[in-house]
């Protein structure tokens, strides 16, 4: 996994990191409440369905029980891409569209990657909302709070996710 | 509107840092579920040693805002398996798709898409799943206090407990590398 261009500037060390997120997450119990973000899916939602079928959005539970649109959660993942947008365009590591360790497996092909790359968005957001939150929401908040629920969520995805990739990338040829 | 103005900023300092951290790299992420690159898990596990222990202060001064979501042994724990399924297959979260996508990332966006269908495809079997699935294995909102009975004793099983994990991750990823 040696990379090709010796220019990619180098991820922050882990230890300040911590400290930073444990920060932004700390002003956010102390300002909003517990942070999530696949929340944020369902309020996008509801603001579109707000607009195009009010009647549907209102008789579901699931849309009755977010806020809406012009809410903390909507503006919390809108800024999450504005935070990786600031922080990809003040940064020079080049970005692959299909990573090299897909590559490696299934080829450079585009479609591919990016109708997986939809079917485990699908999964993420249809398992975190029935478990009610996903890694930030669940795990990294709940964990925060010393709750049950997410020290055994992490666990799980920790452990599926590590037999997927396992699964998925058996037959990939040895890089360095 | 001032939560607004709240989210943005705490949402752009998030998004910036697990860009900045590598989080938001599907490669990284299949590295680290492959046990060849220990950085991103450590990463997790030191931001709830630090952020538990200043929640456990502010907390005690009464300022912090906090909802322990419940445990369900069946909802929490298949909603888990599905979701480290897709996690195994995109590289992505549901947090770390949004920085992607802003980070520019062509694979992110459709991650972000499938998430969005995702999210609808169950709020649609919300009133058909949570009876069947969630509810009756709901053992409500416990926490690590409620089993030592005491916060500070929690919280220091909490910070032992991760600080291994912290340990074990750098001593066993990475070495299945041939």
Redesign the interface.
């Known amino acids: 996994?040696q990379p090709k261009k010796q220019s990619n500037a180098p991820?922050?060390p882990?230890?300040p990191?911590?400290?930073?997120?444990?920060?932004?997450?700390?002003?956010?119990?102390?300002?909003?409440?517990?942070?999530a973000?696949?929340s944020?899916?369902?309020t996008?939602?509801k603001g579109f369905f707000m607009q195009f079928a009010p009647e549907y959005a209102a008789g579901?539970?699931?849309?009755r029980m977010m806020p809406g649109p012009?809410?903390?959660?909507?503006?919390?993942?809108?800024?999450?891409?504005?935070?990786?947008?600031?922080?990809?365009r003040t940064?020079s590591r080049e970005?692959?569209?299909?990573?090299?360790?897909?590559r490696e497996r299934f080829g450079a092909g585009?479609l591919k990657?990016?109708?997986?790359?939809?079917?485990?968005?699908?999964?993420?957001?249809?398992?975190?909302?029935?478990?009610?939150?996903?890694?930030?929401?669940?795990?990294?908040s709940?964990?925060?709070?010393?709750?049950?629920?997410?020290?055994?969520?992490g666990?799980?995805?920790?452990?599926?996710?590590?037999?997927?990739?396992?699964l998925?990338?058996k037959r990939r040829r040895?890089t360095? | 509107m001032i939560?607004?103005?709240?989210?943005?900023?705490?949402?752009?300092?998030?998004?910036?840092?697990?860009?900045?951290?590598?989080a938001?790299?599907?490669?990284?992420m299949?590295?680290a579920?492959?046990?060849?690159e220990p950085?991103i898990?450590?990463?997790?596990l030191?931001?709830?040693?630090?952020?538990?222990t200043?929640?456990f202060f502010?907390d005690a001064a009464g300022?912090?805002?906090?909802?322990?979501?419940?445990?369900?042994l069946v909802?929490?724990?298949?909603?888990?398996?599905?979701?480290?399924?897709?996690?195994?297959?995109?590289?992505?979260?549901?947090?770390?798709?949004?920085?992607?996508?802003?980070?520019?990332?062509?694979?992110?966006i459709?991650?972000?898409?499938?998430?969005?269908?995702?999210?609808?495809?169950?709020?649609?079997l919300?009133?058909s799943?949570?009876p069947i699935?969630?509810m009756p294995t709901n053992?409500g909102?416990?926490?690590?206090?409620d089993?030592f009975g005491h916060?500070a004793a929690?919280?220091g099983f909490?910070i032992i407990f991760?600080g291994v994990g912290v340990w074990l991750i750098g001593r066993l990823w990475r070495q299945q590398?041939?």
């Open positions: 996994m991820y922050w882990i230890l990191s911590a400290i930073a997120l444990a920060g932004i997450m700390l002003f956010i119990f102390a300002s909003f409440g517990p942070p973000s696949s944020g899916f369902v996008t939602l579901k539970a699931h849309y012009g809410s903390w959660l909507m503006a919390f993942v809108l800024g999450m891409a504005l935070g990786g947008f600031v922080g990809g940064f970005i692959e569209d299909v990573p090299q360790i897909w585009r990657r990016f109708g997986s790359a939809f079917l485990g968005g699908f999964l993420i957001l249809f398992g975190a909302r029935l478990a009610g939150g996903c890694t930030l929401g669940l795990f990294l709940g964990a925060t709070q010393l709750s049950l629920s997410g020290l055994y969520f666990a799980v995805i920790f452990a599926v996710a590590m037999l997927t990739a396992r998925l990338y040895s360095s | 939560d607004i103005w709240l989210g943005l900023f705490a949402g752009t300092a998030f998004g910036f840092v697990i860009q900045r951290v590598g938001t790299n599907p490669q990284k299949a590295l579920h492959l046990m060849q950085h898990p450590q990463f997790m030191l931001v709830v040693i630090f952020s538990a200043g929640l502010l300022d912090a805002v906090t909802r322990v979501l419940p445990i369900s909802g929490t724990g298949l909603g888990g398996v599905i979701f480290g399924i897709g996690w195994g297959i995109s590289g992505y979260c549901p947090g770390t798709c949004w920085a992607a996508v802003g980070e520019g990332r062509m694979d992110a459709f991650t972000l898409l499938g998430g969005l269908a995702g999210a609808a495809a169950f709020a649609h919300h009133e799943l949570i699935l969630y053992m909102q416990l926490t690590l206090a089993w916060p929690a919280l909490l991760f590398d041939a």
